[in-house]
């Protein structure tokens, strides 16, 4: 199939099919990553059958994605009214109205949109009398640091409750989603997108708990790994790796370093960014580094498992030395370090 000057009459498949093409294989193989097998099947039958296009299509459809991107961009960050504003400025006035008014009913805006604006303090009050589902919900659309600061608030009680529901929480049904909007908020925009919405998950709750005070993440665990032990485990697993050793202040690798065994430490170095190297070395005598480096060398390549269960040993010495209090992870919450 053939383009020619003319975009009017281009379906909406035709034009992702044109974008494919234009953006090459190795930007369109990126893209394929996210989208839904029975998508990419009708796009790689399409793209089968386009011939050519024409410069002019080419450039007429790049131009309309290009305004895609902005609006959607614009509209996460403040709004459809935002989102015009500054459209206007970028691409004009008619193009701006242009883009706004046929993508409006498609542009997807993520939920409680207006929560995420709203004081973290204000926000407290609003949502904990509500159901912990609820809770854990609309914690699971904010971003971490403003959720933690939320389910610090929360009573001692509701706090693991509602980290348990968000750890555990996979698919929620748009309906669901429209339901709790429109309680807590009458003018929201409707969600389009009626395939369900994954959120939650250990990775969103890590999040969480990786930016609130060492008191509530501790009171937490220690609630989940009496009702959910297993789920504990792979929290705790996921709550600070290796690379975080960047987080801790020079005195506190030093007194981790005394811990570790320096085979252990070459191993787990082996795979490390120079940033973290760099970290480690500096905190020990020259001597001592230089020994580290040099049966670095000698070791040859070292399979990435054992690379893994050297880092998760000195990982558990940092959480042990945390725990005693010997040592102070700098966190996002409210942590204070007592001099």
Do not use: W
């Amino acid at each position: 199939m053939a383009f020619g000057a003319s975009q009017s009459e281009i379906s909406g498949l035709q034009k992702a099919a044109i974008l494919l093409i234009t953006l090459g294989p190795e930007r369109s193989a990126g893209i394929f990553k996210h989208l839904k097998e029975e998508e990419i099947e009708e796009l790689t039958l399409e793209i089968a059958n386009t011939r050519t296009v024409g410069p002019d299509v080419k450039e007429a459809v790049l131009e309309e994605f290009y305004g895609v991107c902005l609006a959607q961009q614009y509209i996460a960050e403040g709004g459809i009214g935002y989102a015009r504003e500054l459209l206007e400025k970028s691409l004009g006035s008619e193009k701006a109205m242009d883009v706004i008014g046929r993508l409006t009913a498609s542009l997807q805006v993520k939920p409680f949109e207006f929560v995420r604006k709203t004081d973290a303090s204000q926000l407290i009050n609003f949502i904990q009398d509500e159901h912990p589902q609820t809770i854990a919900l609309i914690l699971s659309y904010l971003a971490p640091q403003q959720a933690a600061q939320i389910i610090s608030g929360l009573a001692p009680d509701r706090q693991a409750d509602v980290a348990r529901r968000i750890a555990v929480m996979d698919r929620t049904s748009p309906d669901v989603i429209k339901e709790v909007e429109s309680i807590l908020e009458q003018k929201l925009a409707s969600l389009v997108n009626q395939d369900y919405t994954i959120i939650g998950g250990v990775d969103s709750v890590v999040e969480i708990l990786n930016s609130v005070d060492r008191g509530t993440e501790k009171h937490i665990m220690e609630s989940l790994e009496i009702e959910e032990p297993e789920l504990a485990d792979e929290i705790r697993k996921k709550m600070f790796v290796f690379e975080d050793i960047l987080l801790l202040d020079d005195r506190s690798i030093q007194r981790v370093l005394r811990d570790v065994d320096n085979n252990d430490l070459g191993i787990a170095l082996k795979a490390a960014n120079e940033q973290v190297q760099n970290a480690v070395f500096n905190n020990l005598s020259k001597r001592l580094a230089t020994m580290i480096k040099e049966d670095m060398e000698f070791m040859g390549p070292v399979r990435m498992k054992d690379v893994e269960e050297a880092q998760q040993k000195i990982v558990n010495i940092i959480r042990k030395l945390e725990d005693s209090g010997e040592i102070v992870i700098s966190r996002g919450g409210g942590d204070e370090i007592v001099v």
